[in-house]
């Protein structure tokens, strides 16, 4: 049913005065279903934060709509919004000890004390709390009030939760055990939930669907693997994905039967015209300039290619990361064997036309994915 | 720690003595001069071995001084009432008004709210004769003058001022995502400004109040101009010491440590709270 979960229609947040001060959130439009759990992903002060605060309410929204369960809230005072948060810097209450803030998250239900005392303790044992419940937030590490505080926001039965960067002071072992266990524990209870998070494997574990956003603007709101896949635009296809996108600037020259993308230093990349679907080749005749992506993983050696010179090869333990100079620019490649190459060598390079990206020129937008239209 | 030498250490020891002996001396001074009769103070060379009298503590305290003039009554006891009297309330009034209105300064910037606490402070800037003068006027066309009210009013002067920007400082020092924590979790603004901002400020709130209830006791041009003898605090009741027939200096000196004696109590009670406030840096999260 729409209208239970998240609905957020053309805001915008202005920091200061409207159309003058500075703009932080523009025209954001987003829909988020109840027991959906969405993950923020973007740079530095891209209005994430912003974002959430005007959900919660202690930012004022410039312009737009939001709902929350049926409700228009974007009026409303933060206690009627029934919205739950772990801040960015934690915000405990100094004077309370962990388990006394936990707890008094819970305080305005009026639920009986040893109901309180069992839910603490359950989330205490989730987040491997347990041992602090009783020291003061002054006397505990960053990550300890970090669990602290997502444990007072995880405890509630709010409406929607939403975390901001929840683990990002744990190490990657201790984020990969409590990843698993607050997903089960959400999709369990039907929360649903935003996540501001700087760790794109915590964004792909978590999340149901991802939204990134660049300078206030939302880029692309999709399911991990169609961000993976498709992207919407340049941004989102070199943001998401680690080791990035390879973008190349090129040409595209489209005849009867071959489409070529010259880059540069006189490379070119030859296909057949029935590698593209005829929307594609209709779209690649209209331009001349385009970015050509191709995530590491995708691109191969094989006899025939593209020559390339080797100038970095790393053995990660588990995968090997290549790069080559190649058109100009550097083209990463990652294989999945040990690797030994040295530095200089040249290699050959294929670039499958089924794994190409082909962005706009100028805009970025997505033109195509492999063979079809974007 | 770094280990000191003992020589070190014993011209530190010696510097501390000399500093405690300049600022004590004035004051263990007056204490000792407090239990002698004006013959012997004014003895010279001054004689350090007296005979400690009581005498005058209990003229203060029964309100007959007695002079080679003869008796004349005195009003302290009343002066010290209304000093109490007057600074309590005036200080309770302060925090009334104060921390409600540094609090509102502090979390909710509005058009112009810069310039209002910047005007507030301003009554600190005004010479006190300047604004007396009008002030009496407008007072006796009040009914003003000569009351208590009235009395606290104008003290207001002092310590809203004081109050406001102080505590002010402490809510801007508490990060303002401890109380969205709080509100967020169902409680209304004026639950999380009672239970999570008063309570976090609370050591500057009482460090405030301390300074204030200082200023207001030690307060001397208000109510020397604004009122008559009944009213007066001590530090104007202070004048009657100095007689036709010479200044009773023992009974000044009895006189200053019985009036001294409440503010200090005061600071030594709330010597813990001010530590806890300059503590709270440590834990604002
Ligand atoms: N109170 C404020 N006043 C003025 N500008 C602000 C304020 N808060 C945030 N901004 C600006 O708004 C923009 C978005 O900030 P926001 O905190 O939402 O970023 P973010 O995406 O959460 O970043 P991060 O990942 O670093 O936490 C930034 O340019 C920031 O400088
Ligand atoms: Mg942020």
Redesign the pocket.
């Known amino acids: 049913m729409s209208g239970a979960g998240l609905q957020i229609k053309g805001v915008d947040k202005f920091?200061?005065p409207v159309d003058y001060?500075?703009h932080?959130?523009k025209k954001l439009s987003m829909t988020i279903e109840k027991g959906e759990i969405v993950a923020l992903l973007?740079?530095?002060?891209?209005?994430?934060?912003?974002?959430l605060?005007m959900i919660a309410g202690f930012e004022a929204v410039s312009r737009g709509q939001i709902s929350l369960a049926g409700r228009e809230v974007h009026t409303f005072a933060p206690v009627k919004r029934n919205v739950a948060m772990a801040f960015?810097g934690y915000s405990l209450y100094p004077p309370l000890t962990v388990r006394e803030n936990i707890a008094f998250a819970l305080k305005a239900s009026r639920l009986p004390q040893n109901v309180v005392d069992e839910k603490v303790a359950y989330i205490a044992k989730l987040l491997e709390i347990e041992d602090i419940l009783g020291r003061y937030p002054s006397s505990i590490s960053g990550g300890q009030q970090q669990r602290a505080s997502l444990g007072r926001a995880l405890i509630r039965d709010a409406d929607l939760h939403l975390l901001?960067?929840p683990m990002g002071q744990l190490e990657p072992q201790l984020r990969a055990v409590l990843r698993g266990r607050i997903k089960h524990y959400i999709k369990e209870k039907g929360l649903t939930a935003i996540l501001?998070t700087?760790d794109q494997t915590e964004a792909n574990a978590l999340a149901d669907r991802i939204a990134v956003?660049e300078g206030?603007v939302l880029q692309q709101f999709d399911t991990p693997q169609m961000i993976k896949e498709r992207p919407a635009n340049l941004f989102t296809g070199t943001f998401v994905g680690e080791p990035p996108m390879n973008v190349f600037d090129a040409t595209v020259t489209v005849s009867a039967d071959t489409a070529v993308f010259g880059l540069n230093e006189g490379v070119r990349l030859e296909y057949a015209v029935s590698d593209f679907s005829p929307a594609v080749l209709a779209e690649l005749r209209n331009r001349k300039k385009v970015s050509l992506g191709i995530r590491p993983y995708a691109v191969r050696r094989a006899e025939g290619g593209v020559p390339a010179k080797v100038s970095v090869s790393q053995w990660l333990g588990d995968q090997t990361h290549i790069a080559a100079d190649f058109a100009g620019g550097t083209m990463v490649l990652v294989e999945h064997d040990r690797v030994r190459l040295g530095l200089g060598d040249t290699i050959a390079l294929k670039l499958d036309p089924h794994s190409l990206h082909v962005f706009d020129g100028e805009t970025g937008v997505a033109v195509s994915h492999g063979p079809e239209l974007a | 720690m770094e280990t000191t030498s003992t020589l070190e250490k014993t011209l530190r020891l010696l510097a501390l003595t000399l500093v405690v002996i300049f600022f004590m001396f004035p004051i263990v001074w007056i204490f000792l001069m407090s239990f002698q009769t004006n013959e012997t103070i004014l003895r010279i060379p001054p004689q350090v071995i007296f005979e400690p009298t009581l005498s005058n503590y209990t003229a203060l305290i029964t309100g007959k001084l007695t002079s080679a003039a003869g008796t004349l009554d005195i009003a302290f006891m009343k002066n010290l009432g209304n000093s109490v009297f007057l600074s309590v309330t005036s200080v309770a009034l302060a925090l009334v008004l104060g921390v409600p209105a540094a609090y509102a300064f502090a979390r909710h910037k509005f058009k112009g709210s810069e310039d209002i606490a910047f005007t507030l402070l301003s009554f600190r800037f005004a010479p006190p004769l300047l604004v007396l003068l009008p002030l009496t006027q407008y007072f006796q066309w009040l009914g003003l003058a000569n009351t208590y009210i009235g009395l606290i009013w104008v003290y207001q002067l002092i310590c809203l001022p004081l109050i406001l920007w102080i505590v002010r400082g402490y809510f801007e020092d508490i990060s303002a995502d401890v109380e969205y924590a709080y509100r967020i979790a169902g409680h209304s603004w004026f639950a999380t400004f009672r239970r999570i901002a008063l309570p976090l400020a609370g050591p500057g709130i009482a460090a405030a109040g301390l300074l204030a209830f200082i200023f207001a006791w030690n307060n001397f041009v208000f109510a020397l101009v604004l009122a008559s003898a009944d009213k007066q605090p001590v530090t104007v009741g202070a004048l009657a010491f100095v007689t036709s027939s010479g200044i009773q200096y023992g009974q000044i000196a009895a006189a200053i440590v019985l009036s001294v004696t409440p503010t200090l109590a005061l600071a030594l009670y709330a010597q813990r709270y001010l530590v806890e406030g300059l503590s709270l840096g440590a834990v604002k999260g």
Do not use: L, N, P, Q
């Open positions: 920091y200061g001060g500075v932080a959130v973007g740079s530095s002060g891209c209005g994430k934060t912003s974002t605060r960015e901001d960067e501001v700087h956003m206030g």
